[in-house]
């Protein structure tokens, strides 16, 4: 079984099979591999396939954190960078990805994907069966829930916000493994009908519990699902799905018994976590480099002890971020109960509902402060209730790859949010809803596949 799997994921994983994936590639088609090696043929397979973590879990894309301007660098550590790195640094307009290997965000996410067809090709050759239905069903419904988010991830870095009658580009939707299939972009509408359709049809097949929170279980599938509605900004939706899965998991950590001066003070696979996923790093977000915003520091009081369990004061007085739900120096980009208690009080919020949205985020906010200082956050209207939220969705869910998303969906909203940085004393800018919000696909992807590029 290893072999077949290590064949198979470094097949998916060559820059050779990216071709035939993203284009066509006669040659490679031309020399048969042995299929015994690499086509997966018990359950056993198919699910040693899902369960390699570096290939489903560890790099989802990252290029949106990189480019929302939470953190800065300086000039110096912008300088030592490669030029990709330095070129989403200050959101040019192409070339942001490196080509020619599978070392970049568009790679990873349809690497993955390319797995999640190639079981769903595969579960109907083996069969269902009354002895094996329990696995099999897993099996679709892990694949499924895996292709709908990857859509999703990939929806918010190269396309532009969310709207039903815009009819803006999405994604190429690669529904099946077959390297001659050309790809071809659809609408974001058929983009996020698609994700839509591949999480809503994981639910029912889906567990309601895992042992651990590596594989996807119908809360993990609801909460993806909130996230998508959010995105959308169609808020009644992502309200049900958020509670659907605080129905089943609604703990939060207490940050009073958490060390605050301990490296990483959050554990992962901690109670919160729904979901474990994590987002490939760019090297510009690593700590060691990557200064937080000063303004957004300053959004945290005494007393709110995520200034001292998130952040840590670097040598220069400047403070960098350690507050990953991986419990390590990486992006957690799963799925958490503190993000469900947001979208759930937002979605209250936005429905006028007021007591219900200063519940849940008292709730959530009870578990963030000094217990001796905490007092309950009022507000005299749902307007006013919905500004908190999103001012503690803005600390709370820092380097969870959503605040590009969140950006792009608040503009369209009216919130009018540019950003800016300073690279040498020259000012690079970023308006709101500008055309740089899509990033550009990997240039070497358009070349092959012939794909519209994204507009500038």
């Not at 300053?298 to 403070?319: I, Q």
């Not at 507050?323 to 799925?335: A, H, M, R």
């Not at 550009?440 to 500038?456: A, H, K, W, Y």
Request: aromatic fraction near 10%; charged fraction near 20%.
């Amino acid at each position: 079984m290893k072999i077949i799997v290590n064949k198979l994921i470094a097949g998916i994983l060559s820059a050779t099979l990216l071709c035939c994936l993203l284009g066509s590639c006669d040659q490679f088609l031309d020399a048969r591999p042995d299929k015994k090696l690499v086509v997966p043929a018990t359950l056993a397979d198919m699910q040693a396939m899902i369960d390699n973590y570096s290939s489903m879990s560890s790099n989802t894309p990252g290029a949106g954190e990189a480019s929302s301007a939470d953190f800065y660098l300086t000039d110096a550590d912008w300088a030592a960078r490669g030029e990709f790195d330095r070129r989403v640094y200050t959101w040019e307009k192409d070339h942001l990805f490196a080509t020619g290997d599978l070392g970049n965000d568009w790679s990873y996410c349809f690497g993955s994907t390319y797995i999640c067809n190639t079981v769903l090709e595969g579960l109907p050759k083996i069969g269902r069966t009354a002895a094996n239905a329990a696995t099999w069903d897993d099996l679709k419904g892990q694949a499924l829930f895996y292709r709908g988010m990857n859509y999703l991830n990939a929806a918010w870095v190269w396309c532009m916000p969310y709207d039903d009658e815009s009819g803006a580009m999405g994604l190429p939707l690669r529904l099946s493994p077959d390297f001659n299939t050309p790809s071809l972009r659809s609408t974001l509408k058929e983009t996020y009908g698609q994700l839509l359709d591949d999480l809503k049809a994981s639910v029912p097949l889906l567990p309601a519990k895992t042992m651990h929170p590596l594989r996807p279980c119908k809360a993990a599938a609801w909460g993806v699902l909130a996230r998508a509605y959010l995105s959308m900004r169609k808020y009644a939706e992502a309200g049900l799905y958020a509670d659907s899965c605080l129905q089943v998991n609604s703990a939060l950590l207490d940050y009073n018994t958490l060390n605050a001066s301990a490296s990483y003070p959050i554990a992962k696979a901690n109670a919160e976590v729904v979901f474990d996923r994590a987002a490939a790093m760019p090297p510009p977000l690593n700590p060691s480099r990557a200064k937080v915003d000063s303004n957004l520091y300053a959004l945290y009081p005494e007393g709110d002890l995520r200034k001292t369990v998130f952040f840590k004061r670097n040598t220069n007085g400047t403070y960098a971020f350690k507050g990953s739900y991986l419990g390590t120096l990486g992006v957690f980009s799963g799925i958490a109960t503190d993000e469900m208690y947001l979208i759930r009080a937002e979605a209250y919020a936005r429905a006028g509902q007021t007591e219900k949205a200063l519940a849940d985020l008292n709730t959530l906010l009870r578990k963030r402060w000094n217990r001796s200082l905490f007092r309950e956050v009022g507000a005299a209207s749902s307007s006013e209730a919905l500004q908190l939220i999103l001012l503690e969705r803005r600390k709370e869910l820092l380097m969870r790859t959503l605040r590009w998303m969140d950006i792009k969906r608040l503009n369209r909203e009216g919130a009018g949010i540019s950003l800016s940085r300073k690279v040498n004393g020259q000012v690079y800018t970023l308006p709101a809803n500008d055309l740089r919000f899509a990033l550009p696909i990997p240039e070497d992807v358009i070349d092959l596949s012939g794909m519209q590029q994204n507009p500038r």
